[in-house]
């Protein structure tokens, strides 16, 4: 599915180098998380795979399903199958949920080929997400984010990721601002979505959110690089000891 081997990039204003040689691999199927202490890298990574253009890639390849993602355009991912869901999602005032959520949905559609979902098509599946993520029909109304609670900004995060249904979903600290009954709700929603055919890549400091999201694979992250990798065991090592020792070692 997704195959990172020497990552090197950089902040694209200053030049600071950040990813020193990411070398990552995730299977059709598998769900793998990134731990790590801030500034090891985490979310750089996540930005750089999806795209964002605050970010120069220096060095290294990254292939998702067998094709060169560096030379994709933001939205040439997402189409491909690409779900970046964001630490603090941006609130976009003017735009009612629902329309952002219907042009997005038939954006990558034409993207692929495909049909544009009609209104009627559009609303079923909708109400459908919606009412297993306890998105309000309010919510759907109001524009996108404004207003909203952390644990409804990523609740609505978890709906578009269901109805766009990606290959690759990247949850950059999805656990961030939540309290435990949104993260069970958030949890629950992510859990519905795994699948053979789909992968995950769960970035978080903490193991409370892995109780909920089991990984099968466990990276730990330090200073640019993956440093150590292991199963959902080492997540409970990390609760204990803490990253100090990887730290050292990178």
């Given at each position: 599915?997704?195959?990172?081997?020497?990552?090197?990039?950089?902040?694209?204003?200053?030049?600071?180098?950040?990813?020193?040689?990411?070398?990552?691999?995730?299977?059709?199927?598998?769900?793998?998380?990134?731990?790590?202490?801030?500034?090891?890298?985490?979310?750089?990574?996540?930005?750089?795979?999806?795209?964002?253009?605050?970010?120069?890639?220096?060095?290294?390849?990254?292939?998702?399903?067998?094709?060169?993602?560096?030379?994709?355009?933001?939205?040439?991912?997402?189409?491909?199958?690409?779900?970046?869901?964001?630490?603090?999602?941006?609130?976009?005032?003017?735009?009612?949920?629902?329309?952002?959520?219907?042009?997005?949905?038939?954006?990558?559609?034409?993207?692929?080929?495909?049909?544009?979902?009609?209104?009627?098509?559009?609303?079923?599946?909708?109400?459908?997400?919606?009412?297993?993520?306890?998105?309000?029909?309010?919510?759907?109304?109001?524009?996108?984010?404004?207003?909203?609670?952390?644990?409804?900004?990523?609740?609505?995060?978890?709906?578009?990721?269901?109805?766009?249904?990606?290959?690759?979903?990247?949850?950059?600290?999805?656990?961030?601002?939540?309290?435990?009954?949104?993260?069970?709700?958030?949890?629950?929603?992510?859990?519905?979505?795994?699948?053979?055919?789909?992968?995950?890549?769960?970035?978080?400091?903490?193991?409370?959110?892995?109780?909920?999201?089991?990984?099968?694979?466990?990276?730990?992250?330090?200073?640019?690089?993956?440093?150590?990798?292991?199963?959902?065991?080492l997540a409970l090592e990390l609760e204990k000891s803490g990253y100090a020792e990887f730290v050292d070692a990178a």
């Amino acid at each position: 599915m997704l195959e990172i081997r020497n990552l090197h990039a950089r902040i694209a204003e200053d030049g600071t180098e950040i990813l020193k040689g990411v070398d990552l691999t995730i299977e059709a199927g598998k769900v793998h998380a990134i731990m790590g202490p801030n500034g090891s890298g985490k979310s750089t990574l996540s930005n750089v795979l999806a795209g964002k253009d605050d970010y120069e890639v220096t060095e290294g390849s990254v292939l998702f399903k067998g094709e060169d993602l560096l030379e994709m355009e933001p939205d040439e991912r997402a189409a491909a199958g690409i779900f970046l869901a964001f630490q603090y999602p941006v609130e976009i005032p003017g735009v009612a949920t629902m329309t952002f959520l219907k042009a997005a949905m038939n954006a990558q559609r034409k993207a692929r080929g495909q049909n544009e979902l009609t209104t009627p098509d559009f609303m079923r599946l909708v109400k459908e997400a919606s009412g297993k993520l306890q998105v309000s029909q309010e919510m759907l109304r109001r524009p996108l984010n404004v207003g909203f609670s952390g644990g409804e900004k990523k609740r609505n995060e978890i709906l578009q990721m269901t109805l766009l249904q990606p290959s690759l979903c990247i949850l950059d600290e999805t656990d961030s601002g939540l309290d435990i009954d949104a993260l069970r709700l958030v949890a629950e929603g992510v859990n519905a979505l795994r699948g053979p055919e789909r992968s995950m890549l769960v970035i978080t400091h903490y193991q409370r959110l892995l109780e909920y999201i089991v990984p099968d694979v466990v990276h730990v992250m330090s200073k640019g690089r993956i440093v150590k990798t292991g199963g959902k065991e080492l997540a409970l090592e990390l609760e204990k000891s803490g990253y100090a020792e990887f730290v050292d070692a990178a």
